[in-house]
């Protein structure tokens, strides 16, 4: 159950954004086997999501909530705070990165404006087909101390990747080639770089903040949109879109991400404990994915809510020609950081 917070400090960090600080007042109790090295115990650290309960964020959020008060024996709890509680995902990473919130996911569909290295995973046809190569990717510990000086530089500690699954495209018709992008308004994250990846098909990206992006859809502003699956289905877009296009260009990808200064002030075992969590469940993470965005896929077609398309090789083939400009649009924001980071996915991709 999401934990409902009652201190004023609350209301002020989703007015202001300018709240600071990183745990609660000290609290008796049980202290259990582990016995804490000052009276400070227990205390909370803030996760704040990008999406809705019940998503791929939440389910990851709870099981760390968890995780982490399991293993420290009780002295750190996890509040929660679902999408819509605290802001837009914009704002949730300026809270992290003041330190109103110590926790949150960060997409690079956002992030990318703020950390431009991160925009590679706007790029299309770039990560690997096969999960597994996907996740081992993703997981590597070179790619992820290449990322830790870019985000460090904004404020942020870089603590891990989530994959959510496909990036699958909905709009009043299927999406077969760039010529069916031509004109057509479609709603993209606020990064530039996520623009440009469907600007590259002739399409007219919308940014438009997710909670919006349902009336939107209905009230025809905007034509069309990408997202995971379970968030097709979980914000009922499929209730005002007649067609899903599952190209497989791109991953959804959110780095979890914490304020630096208060990772860096955090006593040796509370930082292993955290990094532990992290590591621990970077297997429930993909395997939790998968399940929901397949639930949801077949919650869809068995409603017949939506016409589903695959697109064959072929189809696939003249998007990923379209989609290579946009490669040399990213290098020239991030220079040889960038560079860098393209060799080395695109050599993991190789076969």
Known sequence: MIKTP????LALAACSLMLSGCSDDPAPGDQGSLQPISDKYPITWRFALEEIE???QHQYAEAFRAHIEDISDGLIEVDVFPYGSLGTSTQLTELARNGSVNLAFASPGHLADTVPESGIFNLHFLMPE???????????PELI???????QQTGLQLLG????GWMTWT?????????DFQGLRFRTMTSNMAAAAYRAYGAEPVQTPYSQVYSDLQLRKIDGQANPVFAIEEMDFHEVQTTLTMARASYFVASIVSNQQWYNDLPDRERKWLNDAVRDLAGFAWESQEALNQQRLESMVEAGDIQVVLLDDDERERFRQASLPVRDKYLKQTGETGRALLEFVDEWTQP
Not at 6 to 9: H, K, M
């Open 6 to 9: 009652s201190r004023p400090w």
């Open 54 to 56: 019940g998503s791929v």
């Open 130 to 140: 096969q999960p597994e190569a996907a996740r081992q990717l993703l997981e590597a």
């Open 145 to 151: 101390s290449q990322f830790q000086q870019p985000y």
């Open 161 to 164: 990747f989530i994959p959510e």
């Open 171 to 179: 709009a009043n018709k299927p999406l077969r080639s760039p010529d």
